[in-house]
């Protein structure tokens, strides 16, 4: 499975953004996928996650009510789309595909991450 985010970039405090995660390859439809990042000097963290088949979701606390993940089977895409930024979302966002879970060792790919900045 090969996966690939996009849509980072620099933003003021307040604002929003969109991420996407194109995955690609064998089983790459069915996969239950996540979102993760990682601040400069700190570990990787779970943001969100949503599974293939019933489509539930599970959120950290530190972004619910705030960001919002979906996916797009047909498109083999996952979405994030975050709201009201703050400065402390400022960091290394990383899409996963086969796993679960809030470990960062419980997945199994991991694409490139996507800078997200956010200037207060």
């Known amino acids: 499975v090969q996966l690939q985010a996009s849509g980072g970039g620099l933003v003021q405090a307040g604002g929003s953004l969109r991420l996407s995660c194109v995955s690609s390859?064998?089983?790459?439809?069915?996969?239950?996928m996540a979102w993760f990042r990682q601040a400069p000097g700190k570990e990787r963290e779970f943001v969100a996650t949503?599974?293939?088949?019933?489509?539930?979701?599970d959120y950290s606390n530190s972004v619910k009510g705030r960001f919002t993940i979906s996916r797009d089977n047909v498109k083999n895409a996952v979405y994030l789309q975050m709201n009201s930024l703050k400065p402390e979302d400022t960091a290394l966002y990383y899409c996963?595909?086969?796993?679960?879970?809030?470990?960062?060792?419980?997945?199994?790919?991991w694409g490139h991450g996507t800078q997200v900045t956010v200037s207060s």
């Open positions: 390859g064998r089983s790459s439809t069915s996969n239950t």
């Open positions: 996963a595909a086969v796993g679960s879970g809030h470990t960062p060792n419980n997945w199994r790919y």
């Open positions: 949503i599974t293939f088949s019933d489509i539930s979701t």
